[in-house]
C-alpha cells in the first residue's frame, strides 16, 4: 500500500477512548508516581563534503536549542491501572546560513530545521507527543508517541530533535529473566520535523515514485539465561517491504585479569508483498542495493565484536559481513538513522550489498584516574568488496568522541559533548563532520 507522507492513521480515536476512562484526579497513585522534567540540549552540527560541489551543497552548517518537557504519571490504582505520559518539544534556531537548493552559496541548511518554501530554515517548531498507557501485572500497554530501541528499529536522536513514532505497543515482563515487547507503528515524525510521515525504505523513499506503508509490526523477546549470558529474538515486518529476524547473544566472561565481553548478531532479511513481485517493485516497492539487483530485499548480515575491559580501558575488535543482492534494510526516510549494528557509526553504516567490515575501539573512563565524569571514544571503520559497477567499491570512517559530566557547582550536572568524524571513499565522496552538544536536566516532580 502506498501511504503518502503526513497521512492521519487511525490510532488517535483509540487514544482518545483510553483516555476517556474514570477520572484520574481521584487516583492518588496517578499523581504521587509521576515524573516531570525539563530538559535543555543545545546542538551545533557542521559538515564539510568536499568532493561533493557539484551538488551545491559543500557545506552544511546548523545550531540551535531545543527544550524538552518529559511527563510520565503513574497508574491510577486497582487491578488495571491507567496513565499517561506527554512530551512537549520545542526548537529555537540559532544559525542555519544559505538556502537549501540555491547555487553559487557556500553552506546551506543540514537536517536540524524544516524548510520553509524559499529553501531557508525555519526559526523554530515544536511538537507534543501523548502515550496512553494500561497496566495490568507486570504487562504495560502503549498507544500513541513511542521511541523504541530494540534490534529492529531504533529511534534516531542524532540531532537536535529526536525521532518519534505514532503506533501501539505492549512490554510484558510477568516471566522472570525474560522480558517481551510487541507492537505496531503507523508514523515517523522525523528530526526536522512535527509532521508524521508514512514509513519506507532506502531505495523507495525519494522521488515522484516514492512508496510507503503505514505498518511495521514487530515483536520479540530477552532472555537473560544468567547474569552474564543475555540472548535475544526479533522480528520486525514493515508490510509490502520486508521482514527480518534478528537473533543476538551478549556473554561477559571474567578473566584473571579483566573481563571479554563476546557480542554476536545475525540478521536475516526477505520480502514482503509487493516488493516480492516484479509488477510491486516496477510501481517503487523497491530497495536498494547492488548495481544491476532487482530491487527486492534480499540481506543476510551478521557481526561478532569482542570487547576486552580492564580498568578504565575497553579496547574492542569486530567484524561484519553482508551477503545476499540488497542493501541491509530498514526503516529510512532518508534524513538519518540508527542501526543496531557493530558498524553503526556517527557517518556511515557500512551496510551496503557485499560489504565486509573490520571495527576496531578504545574506550576510556577517567573515573579510573580519579576524574569522573570525562570519557573518550575512538573507533576506526575499513569496508570493502561493496558491490559496484566496474570494480568493488571501499570506504572506512574514523570517529572520536568526548563527554564530561560536571561534578559540582552551580553547573553539577551539564554534560558537554563532541563528536568528530571522517569519512572516506573511493566513490568521491568525502565528508568531515563535528557535532558539538550540552545537556542539562532539570527534575521537575
Not at 541548511?109 to 507534543?128: I, Q, Y
Not at 529511534?155 to 530533535?161: A, I, V
Amino acid at each position: 500500500m502506498s501511504i503518502p507522507p503526513k497521512a492521519r492513521y487511525g490510532f488517535i480515536p483509540l487514544l482518545g477512548t483510553l483516555l476517556a476512562f474514570p477520572p484520574l484526579a481521584s487516583q492518588a497513585a496517578f499523581f504521587e508516581d509521576s515524573k516531570a522534567t525539563l530538559r535543555l540540549k543545545n546542538f551545533y552540527i557542521n559538515q564539510d563534503s568536499r568532493n561533493e560541489r557539484t551538488t551545491n551543497t559543500p557545506r552544511s552548517e546548523e545550531w540551535g536549542q531545543a527544550f524538552f518537557l518529559d511527563y510520565k504519571s503513574g497508574f491510577t490504582e486497582g487491578v488495571v491501572g491507567f496513565g499517561l505520559d506527554v512530551y512537549a518539544q520545542h526548537a529555537i534556531r540559532l544559525d542555519s546560513g544559505g538556502r537549501s537548493g540555491k547555487a553559487g552559496i557556500d553552506r546551506t541548511p543540514g537536517t536540524m530545521f524544516p524548510l520553509e518554501s524559499n529553501g531557508k530554515a525555519k526559526r523554530d517548531f515544536g511538537r507534543l507527543g501523548i502515550t496512553g498507557k494500561i497496566r495490568f501485572s507486570k504487562t504495560v500497554a502503549e498507544i500513541g508517541t513511542l521511541m523504541p530501541k530494540i534490534p529492529v528499529l531504533i529511534s534516531n536522536d542524532g540531532r537536535l530533535m529526536p525521532q518519534m513514532f505514532r503506533g501501539a505497543q505492549v512490554t510484558s515482563k510477568e516471566l522472570t529473566d525474560i522480558s517481551f515487547i510487541a507492537g505496531k507503528l503507523e508514523q515517523s515524525i522525523e528530526r526536522n520535523s512535527s509532521d508524521g510521515d508514512g514509513l519506507s525504505i532506502a531505495g523507495a523513499n525519494s522521488g515522484p515514485n516514492a512508496r510507503y506503508s503505514n505498518e511495521f509490526y514487530y515483536g520479540g523477546a530477552d532472555y537473560k539465561f544468567n547474569k552474564d549470558l543475555l540472548l535475544q529474538y526479533y522480528y520486525g515486518n514493515l508490510r509490502d517491504f520486508y521482514k527480518q529476524h534478528f537473533f543476538g547473544l551478549t556473554h561477559k566472561h571474567q578473566l584473571p585479569v579483566g573481563s571479554l565481553t563476546t557480542d554476536l548478531r545475525y540478521f536475516y532479511s526477505d520480502s514482503d508483498g509487493e516488493n516480492s513481485s516484479a509488477s510491486g517493485r516496477a510501481r517503487g516497492y523497491r530497495s536498494s542495493g547492488a548495481p544491476g539487483s532487482s530491487g527486492e530485499v534480499d540481506n543476510n548480515l551478521w557481526s561478532a565484536m569482542f570487547t576486552y575491559n580492564l580498568g578504565g580501558h575497553a579496547f574492542s575488535a569486530g567484524y561484519q559481513k553482508v551477503t545476499g543482492n540488497s542493501d541491509f534494510p530498514s526503516i529510512n526516510l532518508g534524513s538519518g538513522l540508527s542501526l543496531h549494528l557493530i558498524t553503526n557509526a556517527q557517518l556511515g553504516k557500512f551496510n551496503s550489498a557485499g560489504e565486509e567490515t573490520w571495527v576496531l575501539g578504545h574506550s576510556y573512563d577517567f573515573a579510573a584516574l580519579g576524574i569522573p565524569g570525562l570519557k573518550t571514544k575512538l573507533v576506526y571503520f575499513s569496508g570493502d568488496d561493496i558491490d559496484a559497477v566496474g570494480s568493488d567499491r571501499r570506504e572506512w570512517e574514523r570517529n572520536f568522541r568526548v563527554d564530561y559530566t560536571l561534578q559540582s557547582g552551580m553547573l553539577k550536572g551539564v554534560g558537554l559533548t563532541w563528536m568528530n568524524a571522517a569519512w572516506r571513499g573511493n566513490d568521491a565522496r568525502d565528508r568531515d563532520e563535528n557535532r558539538l552538544v550540552v545537556n542539562y536536566s532539570i527534575p521537575l516532580l
